[in-house]
């Protein structure tokens, strides 16, 4: 299976999660959240986590409406991923992030932390649902690896 390195991005008007996978593709976690100030600042950390990670695209979740629809939200984060994508000159793509802020706070609460006393971390959980959804979707839809070769000692 091929190596992949990318970011999950749960943008918000004030927070970023941001969220990372293992070198397989097969778990998503958590990584940090940004505190939007400016676009530069939002570039440079992005940037540094960029070159750490040898990171080679960007999952950015895209928050339909209900309904399926792109609305005002969708737009706003459409349109500040694509600046992304022009000044890191890293593909993005979207994934449908639909009720992951809800999921993430769930997942909170059943660890007993209150989620208004824990917003970064809502949006970090959140990039890493989006990002997981990704990889998930990434292997569903690749060519199947041949099964691997079972060797037993009786073989040495």
């Known amino acids: ?35 939007r100030t400016s676009f530069e600042q939002d570039i440079a950390a992005l940037r540094q986590l960029i070159q750490e990670r040898h990171v080679e695209v960007l999952v950015v979740g895209l928050p339909y409406t209900l309904q399926g629809t792109l609305g005002y939200q969708a737009k706003r984060v459409q349109k500040y991923a694509a600046r992304l994508e022009r000044a890191l000159q890293l593909p993005v793509e979207y994934i449908d ?13 059943t660890q007993k932390l209150s989620p208004s006393r824990h917003k970064a971390l809502i949006d970090r959980k959140a990039a890493a ?3 997981q ?23 040495f």
């Open 129 to 131: 649902l989006i990002l």
């Open 97 to 109: 992030e639909r009720l992951t802020s809800v999921e993430a706070e769930q997942l909170l609460i």
């Open 133 to 155: 959804q990704w990889l998930d979707e990434r292997r569903r839809t690749s060519p199947k690896n041949p099964p691997l070769e079972i060797v037993t000692n009786e073989e």
């Open 1 to 35: 299976m091929s190596r992949i390195s990318a970011l999950g991005l749960d943008i918000g008007q004030k927070r970023i999660g941001v969220a990372g996978c293992d070198g397989t593709g097969l778990i998503a976690t958590g990584l940090t959240t940004l505190v």
